[in-house]
């Protein structure tokens, strides 16, 4: 069975702290992904990778950096939390190009 | 640039009523796909169909049904005889031809009432 798992599904954590968050898919796929979800604005796309230790900026990736040393794991990171990264964060893997994605549970992070 | 629009930002409804979602993309390309995904309150993500662009077959799995027209650039979606367990956030979206990116709707939120 196909999976996708995140670290954490809350998270709390105070401005200014580093922040990780932790995505495994054990599909052996090549692209993962990194969305955010707001009320009202869909999900957006933050950072991707195609390959291990490659990686592509989305269409908001400030305030974030992502880490990809393993093909199953890819990191986003928040260098120094802010409250405006509230938010919940997907990651997901495609089958292929123009494939359904797969998405993991999702990690709903506050920033106080 | 390719744009998804979901209109509708929260339909609430009684058990048993027809749902109608709606859906309108934008892209240059001639060759895509488009999808439905729907996210319960668990938080997850779920997907329901994957359309490419060159069929235009409205498709019907169980009470889910999808109308795709070309013509208006539509890809609706209709729950019918709507359940509880149809509470959800609904999303569309869209991908063009060999890219791995989806670009999301802003989705629509369904309450289906007892």
């Known amino acids: 069975d196909v999976k996708v798992t995140q670290s954490s599904r809350y998270l709390v954590k105070r401005t200014g702290e580093k922040v990780f968050l932790e995505c495994v898919q054990d599909?052996?796929?090549?692209?993962m992904f990194w969305y955010r979800q707001d009320p009202g604005l869909g999900l957006r796309l933050i950072y991707f990778?195609?390959?291990?230790?490659?990686?592509e900026k989305g269409d908001i990736p400030e305030g974030y950096s992502v880490s990809r040393e393993k093909k199953e794991r890819f990191s986003l990171i928040l260098e120094s939390a802010s409250t405006n990264q509230t938010s919940m964060y997907l990651c997901?893997?495609?089958?292929?190009?123009?494939?359904?994605?797969?998405f993991g549970p999702g990690t709903r992070l506050t920033v106080t | 640039a390719q744009k998804v629009t979901q209109a509708q930002t929260e339909i609430s409804v009684v058990e048993k009523e027809d749902v109608t979602l709606d859906c309108v993309y934008e892209t240059r390309d001639t060759t895509y796909y488009l999808f439905w995904y729907k996210q319960p309150p668990s938080g997850e993500l779920v997907f329901l169909i994957r359309r490419n662009s060159f069929d235009e077959q409205n498709e019907i799995s169980g009470r889910y049904s999808w109308n795709f027209q070309k013509s208006t650039s539509s890809f609706n979606f209709t729950i019918t005889a709507s359940q509880v367990v149809d509470s959800a956030v609904y999303f569309c979206a869209l991908s063009e031809a060999n890219d791995y990116k989806l670009s999301f709707g802003a989705g629509t939120t369904v309450t289906v009432r007892a």
């Open positions: 990778s195609y390959d291990v230790k490659m990686k």
């Open positions: 599909m052996d796929h090549e692209n």
């Open positions: 997901a893997s495609p089958e292929g190009p123009s494939y359904e994605q797969y």
